[in-house]
Each structure stands twice: as C-alpha cells, then as structure tokens.
C-alpha cells in the first residue's frame, strides 16, 4: 500500500508561481505512474500531469503545457508539480495519485481508475 501527502498550495496573484509536493511512503517499489490531478467543487478531478516513475516521462493537459512542470526526486521519494504564469482559472484542489500501471501516455491525465492510491489534496487559489 502507498500513502501520498501533499504540501505547498496556497493563494497567489495571478502570474506568480507555485511548486506543490507529494511524498509517497510505503510500498513505493510497486509505484509505476504518478499523476497530479485537480477538481473546482461540483466537478469530477481532472488530469494536470503526469509521469512514469522508472523512465521520466512526462505527459501534461493541453491547459498547463509550458506552464507547469512535474517531477521526481526519488532520494526524497518526492514528486513534484511547479506551477509558472498562474491564471485563476487554476484555482482548484490538487490532488497527487499514485498507479501501479504505467502512465501509458495520455490515458494516465483521464483514466481516475488506473490510480490506485491518493492524497488528501492541497488548495491553490489564484485571484486575478
């Protein structure tokens, strides 16, 4: 089992930054995808990025390209999402997951069901 605690949310003027982080305990061995999610109430959580733990690579919503960044630091078994050029329109939970699949492309930003494990979430609000 694999438990996720993210940190570093909070509330910024729209076009600053943020960096958001996930430390993943457990059995981390059995951890092949990690994705950031997000969801404004009332709506289902949405794909932001993603990334295959054993090779790096990186997948991300067409909203975020060029803006925000996910990576890894796997000495601190840490995953990390920096968010640049923020709009209000990001304002949302953002939620870090964990899948014993592999990213398998851009099906890991709209398949929920292929994580296994997730956090509890942090608040990012950008006010315009």
């Known amino acids: 089992q694999v438990q996720l605690v993210e940190s570093g949310g909070g509330s910024v003027q729209a076009g600053g930054s943020l960096r958001l982080s996930c430390v993943v305990s457990?059995?981390?061995?059995?951890?092949?995808?990690m994705g950031w999610f997000r969801r404004a109430p009332g709506e289902e959580r949405g794909g932001v990025a993603s990334?295959?733990?054993?090779?790096?690579?990186?997948y991300y919503a067409d909203s975020v390209k060029g803006r925000f960044t996910i990576s890894q630091d796997n000495a601190l078994n840490t995953v990390y999402l920096q968010m640049n050029s923020l709009k209000p329109e990001d304002s949302d939970m953002y939620y870090c997951?964990?899948?014993?699949?592999?990213?398998?492309?851009?099906?890991?930003?709209?398949?929920?069901?292929?994580?296994?494990?997730w956090g509890q979430g942090t608040q990012v609000t950008v006010s315009s």
């Open positions: 997951a964990a899948s014993r699949l592999v990213c398998g492309g851009y099906y890991s930003l709209t398949t929920r069901q292929q994580y296994n494990s």
């Open positions: 990334i295959d733990t054993g090779g790096g690579t990186t």
């Open positions: 457990g059995d981390i061995s059995s951890v092949n995808c």
